[in-house]
């Protein structure tokens, strides 16, 4: 079965411009964002309420593992057997001390960063756990010392169309 994502062109001007006020401040009071946009409070309670559902967004704290004490963030590249980047993928997915999983395409066909205790844990995640699921052919890992640039704060692309209308406005 296919997996459906959510599509953010279907979100109007003001589901837009609410996800961009929460990402500017997740704890932004409906009240002030209904006032900036000159809705009523219920309006942007029911859509954010529909956002959530939808999982058009989430709400959270997105804290630095390095500066909160985590003492060895890695990230992992991994090369699996045709036709088991999925499987590979879920199971990794399942590990606590897995915080992102990605799949693509090139040289590797997963991304994953992990948090661990120690060196040790890292070398026997690695060698114990990734590198027996099956499927896996090969992985290539970075310790990370310093993180420079983490953003999870992003905007919405702005639709063609609109893009067309605002240069003849």
Same mark, same amino acid.
């Given at each position: 079965?296919?997996?459906k ?10 589901d !837009?411009k609410? #996800?961009?006020? %929460?990402? /500017?401040d @997740?704890?932004?009071a ?5 006032r900036? =946009?000159?809705?009523s409070?219920?309006?942007? !309670?029911?859509? #954010?309420?529909? %956002?959530? /559902?939808? @999982? ?5 704290a997105?804290?630095?593992? =390095? ?6 963030l890695?990230?992992?590249t991994?090369?699996?057997a045709?036709?088991?980047q999925?499987?590979?993928?879920d199971?990794?997915?399942?590990f ?8 693509g ?11 661990h205790r ?12 990734v590198?027996q699921?099956p ?10 010392v ?5 953003v ?12 067309s ?5």
């Amino acid at each position: 079965m296919a997996n459906k994502r959510a599509d953010y062109t279907n979100l109007d001007e003001v589901d !837009r411009k609410i #996800v961009d006020y %929460l990402r /500017e401040d @997740g704890r932004m009071a409906y009240r002030e964002i209904a006032r900036r =946009l000159d809705v009523s409070e219920g309006t942007v !309670r029911k859509r #954010v309420n529909k %956002l959530l /559902e939808t @999982g058009f967004i989430k709400i959270l704290a997105v804290g630095d593992p =390095l500066k909160l004490g985590v003492p060895v963030l890695a990230a992992t590249t991994i090369k699996v057997a045709p036709g088991k980047q999925e499987d590979v993928g879920d199971k990794l997915a399942g590990f606590d001390n897995v915080r992102y999983v990605a799949l693509g395409v090139g040289a590797k066909d997963l991304m994953v960063e992990s948090l661990h205790r120690n060196l040790d844990d890292l070398h026997d995640f690695l060698a114990n756990t990734v590198g027996q699921l099956p499927g896996v052919r090969d992985l290539n890992t970075f310790q990370v010392v310093r993180i420079k640039k983490s953003v999870w704060d992003w905007s919405i692309p702005i639709r063609e169309e609109e893009l067309s209308q605002s240069a003849t406005d």
